[in-house]
């Protein structure tokens, strides 16, 4: 293993022992001074990162990527609100809402826990390093971060300033860690970190995902891709439906609950479609079926655009006859993460709603909502389209495990 890895790690198992035990106020006070620190270090950050979207820009990166790597102030603000949502939300650890008496007397508790050291490795997204922090602090982790290369100058300067505002609460440093190198062999490390690294999440597009789920040996959750799709059904409100197509692609088309297909059944497509062109046209390329080429101007859908996650201003439409077509072409292309239907028909609402294979499953709602803070969380560790553990965005409940304690008064098993 690499000597910097293998410190980084040491440090984080040992923090992790204390920080378990850390109470409510330790870990609350700890996240406020990390507040202050990250505002008084608010234009040092920004200035390390417009070096990295320069970079970006200068490499060729598409703009809704840019999009996700960019701070401005506003996003500070966001970020600073998160932790603050944090500091509010509930305490996860040392909890029970299950305890009984067996018949011979013994008292068993199933009481949550931290899962100890949890290592995250994720793409262009500074805000991560925070949220990431904010969320393993208060659930009485220790986190190990791996961002990417192009966020290297902001992850570089926001983990400066949490480490600085530790440095005035009783919580130590250790308990973030933060690879700064951008050796690709170090990640490739951490999946097979067994000894001291008790779950990784990769936060990613489709290929970091898959490269982590096919090399590491510490237990995975999965998180992040997603080809979500939104379904108008004969019944809809068609200026809802119009509004919420708008929200879903293009408020922010570089993230993962951003819409990627669009399903229209086949009584209103003639009414919907032009409506669609006219919104959203300027900004979006269309890709669509053969039905979907009879009534507006788009380039032919191939079979790999209902598999696609653009993560741009691309949108694929298909024609459906009915609200079971579109159910059986989410299942077979979406990636579990999230889906929308929009309806005015009770019937078609509750049969989208159970048969649709996803984390997320919304009628008459944008799936830009998928998102830890909008849920409540405070903030997320990302989104999990896995069926074990953790499912949707993952917030503080997520970041814990269980032990059960068992009391008795002389007890042997005969």
């Not at 507040?35 to 234009?43: G, L, P, R, Y």
């Not at 929200?247 to 479609?273: F, S, Y």
């Not at 159910?327 to 239907?341: L, M, R």
């Not at 929009?342 to 997320?360: G, H, N, P, Q």
Request: proline share 2%; aromatic share 4%; with cysteine.
């Amino acid at each position: 293993m690499m000597t910097m890895l293998l410190d980084e790690c040491k440090k984080l198992k040992m923090a992790s022992k204390k920080l378990a035990i850390a109470n409510s106020k330790e870990k609350n006070q700890a996240l406020r001074e990390v507040i202050i620190s990250i505002k008084e270090d608010t234009d040092y950050i920004l200035e390390e990162n417009a070096k990295d979207v320069k970079t970006a820009r200068e490499s060729g990166m598409k703009e809704s990527l840019i999009d996700r790597l960019m701070l401005n102030k506003q996003r500070i603000d966001g970020i600073i609100e998160s932790i603050e949502n944090i500091i509010e939300a509930r305490d996860p650890v040392w909890r029970s809402n299950d305890v009984w008496t067996m018949e011979n007397g013994l008292v068993i508790s199933k009481m949550t826990v931290p899962i100890g050291v949890i290592g995250i490795i994720y793409e262009s997204r500074p805000n991560v390093t925070v949220d990431a922090f904010a969320l393993t602090l208060k659930s009485g982790n220790c986190v190990l971060l791996r961002g990417s290369s192009n966020s290297l100058n902001s992850n570089r300067a926001l983990v400066r300033a949490i480490k600085k505002g530790l440095k005035n609460s009783t919580i130590s440093e250790d308990v973030i860690g933060f690879i700064d190198d951008e050796d690709r062999q170090i990640v490739r490390e951490m999946l097979t970190c067994n000894e001291y690294i008790d779950l990784i999440i990769p936060r990613g597009g489709k290929n970091l995902i898959n490269m982590v789920v096919q090399n590491a040996t510490v237990p995975t959750i999965e998180t992040g891709e997603g080809n979500c799709h939104t379904y108008v059904d004969s019944s809809a409100d068609l200026k809802k439906a119009v509004d919420i197509i708008e929200n879903a692609k293009v408020q922010r088309p570089g993230v993962c609950n951003a819409c990627e297909t669009l399903l229209v059944h086949e009584d209103i497509a003639k009414d919907l479609l032009p409506m669609v062109v006219d919104r959203i046209g300027k900004l979006v390329e269309f890709r669509g079926c053969q039905r979907t080429q009879e009534i507006i101007d788009v380039k032919p859908a191939t079979e790999e655009d209902w598999a696609e996650e653009y993560l741009d201003y691309i949108l694929a439409i298909k024609i459906v006859k009915s609200t079971r077509e579109a159910i059986d072409h989410i299942n077979k292309y979406g990636t579990q993460h999230s889906e929308a239907i929009l309806t005015e028909d009770i019937t078609s609402a509750k049969l989208f709603r159970r048969e649709v294979d996803a984390a997320a499953v919304y009628v008459n709602a944008s799936t830009r909502f998928t998102d830890g803070g909008e849920f409540g969380f405070g903030g997320e560790m990302g989104i999990s389209t896995q069926k074990m553990h953790a499912r949707g965005p993952m917030g503080l409940n997520e970041l814990v495990t269980v032990k059960y304690t068992i009391a008795g008064d002389g007890h042997i098993r005969g």
